[in-house]
């Protein structure tokens, strides 16, 4: 799978990784069953199986040792300001 590089931020708390940008470089990973690839097998197939998307090649730009937002607005309770439950975070 090709990779795009991109940056964010990693937050050891939590283990995640959320992105803040891409750059545009892109690696190319030599595989004939990636469509993305130079060494892609289908050149001219329009609708092949191959795989179209590209992987994340992370940049680190910040390392957080706490929580990112979302989990510690998860763990918060679920409550607006009011103290009722706003519902499921799924």
């Avoid at 995640?16 to 469509?35: A, E, L, M, S």
């Avoid at 609708?47 to 680190?60: A, K, T």
């Amino acid at each position: 799978m090709c990779n795009m590089e991109c940056f964010g931020d990693q937050y050891r708390g939590c283990g995640h990784y959320v992105r803040i940008y891409q750059t545009g470089i892109t690696y190319d990973c030599g595989r004939p069953n990636c469509k993305l690839s130079a060494a892609h097998m289908h050149k001219t197939a329009r609708n092949c199986g191959c795989n179209m998307e590209f992987s994340d090649h992370r940049r680190v730009r910040n390392l957080f040792q706490t929580k990112c937002d979302a989990c510690q607005e998860y763990e918060g309770g679920g409550s607006d300001e009011h103290g009722h439950r706003t519902g499921r975070h799924w």
